[in-house]
Every structure is written in structure tokens, then in C-alpha cells.
């Protein structure tokens, strides 16, 4: 079964603080995107990483992939309060056959806090 | 603005009654994607059209659920005799296919009551 984690799950950090957020994932692809998500909002696109060793980064957060080890990360470095957020990490099954079908982590929930 | 645009946005319904959602993509992206989504978990693929045709379905699209896209644009999404575990929201998303992003609508909030 394909399966895409994410830890932590739930995340409480202090502003001015770095973190690092974890996206394994059990299939081979090299395609995997990550998604910011705010309350009631809907999903909004931060990185799309398409080869091994790829590395992107937008102002605080900058987002790799390593795909022989199955692994994305997403840091976060000098935590500000609007980076509050869910963050989910989503691989892309064209590898497996399918046209772009995304499978999602559960998410992890950042709060930052003065 | 024109991103992806869903309607209605919430939708409060008995179970056992039909309902249907609507999803008008961005306009140049041929490819349309439904997604569902439960409190606390990342959305789940449901299904898949490039232009008119649906070329993938998820196992978690039962009969009771039905999509189209008749003309390539648009696409509706449909679900009968709706039950208690149909609430969720449904989210819609486009793309331009490839490696391109897809970029998800506002959601379509399903309460069965």
C-alpha cells in the first residue's frame, strides 16, 4: 500500500525558531509538491521538486527531495506568526502508472507563537 | 481573479437525497482533478478527466458518485442517495499537466444530515 507520512503531525513553535518538517514516502517518484493550507481555506501551491537532490526556497521555508531515500523535507528557518499553517506534502503517482494523481500526507499543523 | 471556482461553497443536505457540485478550472488547463477531504487528513484523489475524458477513477469513488466534463471545461460532480459518510469537503483542482502544480478550488463543504 502507498503510503505518504509526515511528522510531526503537530507542530508549536516560538517565532525566531528553525524547524524541520518530514515527508516519507513508500513508492518511487520524483515528483513531490508541497501545500500550504490555511482554516477554511483551500490549498495553495509553495514548492513542486522534480529530480533527486532538487532544493527550492521561497523567503523562510525552503523544501528538498531525496528520492533514493524516499524523503522531502521542508525547513523553516526563523519562524514569523503568518507561516501558521497546515503544510502537506504530496507525491505524484505518474511513476506508478496513473495522469498526476496526488497522494497527500496527513498534514502537520504549524502554530507559531510570540 | 481567475483560478479555479466551486459552487456552492456549503452544502446542507438529508441523507438519501441527490446532490451536485460544479467545478469551473482554470481556463487554459485541460486538466481537472476531484479530491475529497476529511477533518485532520490531506485530500483524497477521487477522480481524474483530461479535457472531456475521465481517464481515472479512485476505488473510493463508489457508484453512488458520478463526474463528467462534458465540453472540457466545466465539470460536475454528483453524488446519490448521499450518506452520513459522504460529509466532507470536496475539493477541486486544474492543471496544465506534466510536472505543473495543480491548483485546488475553495472546496465544496458537504454536511449530511
Known amino acids: 500500500e502507498l503510503k505518504v507520512e509526515q511528522n510531526p503531525l503537530f507542530l508549536s513553535m516560538q517565532e525566531g525558531k528553525n524547524y524541520t518538517i518530514y515527508c516519507n514516502y513508500s513508492t518511487t517518484s520524483d515528483r513531490l509538491y508541497w501545500y500550504r493550507q490555511d482554516p477554511g481555506k483551500s490549498l495553495e501551491s509553495l514548492f513542486v521538486l522534480l529530480s533527486n537532490g532538487a532544493v527550492k526556497q521561497e523567503g523562510r521555508l525552503m523544501a528538498s527531495l531525496d528520492t533514493k531515500a524516499r524523503l522531502s523535507t521542508l525547513h523553516i528557518t526563523a519562524a514569523v506568526h503568518d507561516l501558521s499553517a497546515t503544510y502537506f506534502c504530496a507525491v505524484d503517482m505518474f511513476m506508478r502508472g496513473s495522469q498526476g494523481n496526488l497522494i497527500f500526507g496527513k498534514g502537520t499543523k504549524l502554530s507559531v507563537k510570540p | 481573479d481567475t483560478g479555479v471556482s466551486q459552487d456552492p461553497r456549503h452544502k446542507i443536505t438529508k441523507r438519501g437525497q441527490n446532490v451536485t457540485f460544479r467545478c469551473d478550472p482554470i481556463s487554459e488547463h485541460n486538466r481537472l482533478y476531484w479530491y475529497r477531504q476529511t477533518l485532520g487528513q490531506g485530500p483524497e484523489f477521487l477522480t481524474y478527466?483530461?479535457?472531456?475524458?475521465?481517464?481515472?477513477k479512485s476505488r473510493l469513488l463508489s457508484d453512488r458518485f458520478s463526474a463528467e466534463r462534458p465540453k472540457g471545461s466545466f465539470s460536475t460532480l454528483e453524488i446519490q442517495r448521499t450518506e452520513q459518510g459522504d460529509s466532507a469537503m470536496y475539493l477541486c483542482a486544474s492543471s496544465l499537466g506534466g510536472d505543473q502544480p495543480q491548483h485546488f478550488g475553495d472546496g465544496t463543504r458537504l454536511s449530511i444530515l
Open positions: 478527466f483530461q479535457n472531456e475524458a475521465q481517464l481515472e
